[in-house]
């Protein structure tokens, strides 16, 4: 199980802000992080909705350059919002998707403080195996708990993009 901690430096916490959706370039933020361009959207989440952000998320990281890695974010993506209708009481959460350098971070903020839990998946279960996915995709993951909830992350490397 790969779960890491967040430096100080690079913290995953945001706050809910109200902005309904924004795609943008972003200056250099500090030395180690230079953030090219963010995806970032309020949303209640619910099935329909769903496939409509997943496709709009799949279209910035096909812009951006990122490829290689579309299948791989789109499936963590669906798994990160099914657990917020799941498990996080109120349908309603912050996603950003994140292009730093030659690699993505995907981040979904909620309102509950339950932290996720990776567990062997049971064969004979319906359900259970969300976060054992992005586990085993994701070049890193974790989550911080946060005043209004908790910011969930997978960060995704895209070797074809930092080959170019």
């Excluded at 809910?16 to 992080?33: E, F, N």
């Excluded at 769903?50 to 709009?56: A, D, E, F, S, T």
């Excluded at 567990?119 to 996915?133: K, L, V, W, Y």
Aim: glycine share 6%.
């Amino acid at each position: 199980m790969r779960q890491l901690g967040v430096a100080a430096s690079d913290s995953c916490t945001r706050g809910l802000g109200k902005a309904p959706c924004t795609s943008l370039l972003a200056q250099r933020q500090s030395r180690t992080l230079s953030l090219a361009a963010r995806y970032k959207q309020s949303l209640k989440v619910f099935p329909p909705v769903i496939g409509q952000v997943r496709r709009n998320v799949r279209a910035h990281l096909r812009s951006w350059g990122h490829n290689s890695c579309v299948e791989v974010v789109d499936l963590c993506l669906a798994e990160l919002l099914a657990n917020v209708i799941k498990h996080a009481g109120v349908p309603r959460c912050v996603l950003t998707v994140e292009m730093v350098g030659h690699r993505v971070r995907l981040i979904v903020s909620d309102a509950s403080q339950e932290v996720p839990v990776v567990r062997e998946p049971d064969s004979m279960a319906e359900s259970g195996r969300g976060m054992h996915i992005v586990a085993a995709v994701a070049s890193s993951y974790g989550w911080t708990v946060t005043s209004t909830g908790k910011d969930v992350w997978a960060v995704f490397a895209d070797d074809a993009a930092a080959r170019k």
